[in-house]
């Protein structure tokens, strides 16, 4: 097996950034980063939409009703990124061929993202006002509530974003692009100081 690694893990170091570092105050905002044990892309094809959901909720436990939502247990978190087209994030290393013994068959597609993807966390109170500053979505918790997810991009980057709770979100960057993105993220978080901590799961 290929050893998890990220881009980031050279560039984010535990400790505190910009305004608290200066006056001894406690960051509120909090990032962290991970590789994902297991991060598949399933896709149905034309009329096959149903029986795929119904293949994903009887695998995951979850209940798949449509639109952004984006439900989540401690094994599955289930993000849908287009008309039939899921992105799935998982806890078991050997999620991509189960998924694949049971979705080709059903006429859909799967394809193993695992190394392909880094997830960013960003939580506290500021996180919402530091996102606003470069990703043009509307963060208020009626245009996006907790439990959905939104595909939109930060300049050329293309992002998924799951809320995790109301001032908590995974950003799931590409993995070549993951560097670029967190130097903007940065420079956009030192303004109200954040800390960095060690890998979230």
């Not at 287009?82 to 799967?110: C, H, M, N, W």
């Not at 530091?130 to 992002?159: C, E, M, W, Y």
């Not at 070549?176 to 800390?195: I, M, N, P």
């Amino acid at each position: 097996m290929v050893e998890k690694t990220s881009p980031l893990d050279k560039l984010l170091k535990t400790g505190h950034y910009g305004k608290p570092e200066n006056t001894g105050e406690q960051a509120d905002l909090k990032i962290s980063h991970r590789t994902c044990e297991s991060l598949v892309q399933v896709t149905a094809w034309p009329k096959t939409g149903k029986g795929i959901a119904t293949t994903l909720e009887k695998m995951t436990h979850l209940s798949l009703q449509g639109g952004d939502a984006s439900p989540a247990n401690e094994d599955f978190t289930i993000m849908p990124t287009g008309p039939g087209q899921y992105l799935i994030e998982a806890q078991s290393g050997d999620a991509t061929g189960r998924f694949q013994k049971k979705i080709i068959p059903a006429k859909g597609a799967v394809t193993d993202l695992t190394h392909a993807r880094v997830v960013i966390r960003i939580s506290g109170d500021q996180a919402v006002w530091v996102l606003a500053k470069g990703i043009a979505i509307d963060f208020s918790l009626q245009a996006f509530p907790v439990a959905t997810s939104r595909n939109t991009a930060h300049h050329q980057i293309s992002l998924t974003i799951h809320r995790v709770n109301e001032n908590t979100f995974d950003l799931f960057v590409f993995t070549s692009l993951a560097c670029s993105f967190w130097h903007w993220l940065d420079r956009a978080a030192k303004e109200v100081g954040y800390e960095i901590v060690r890998n979230v799961k």
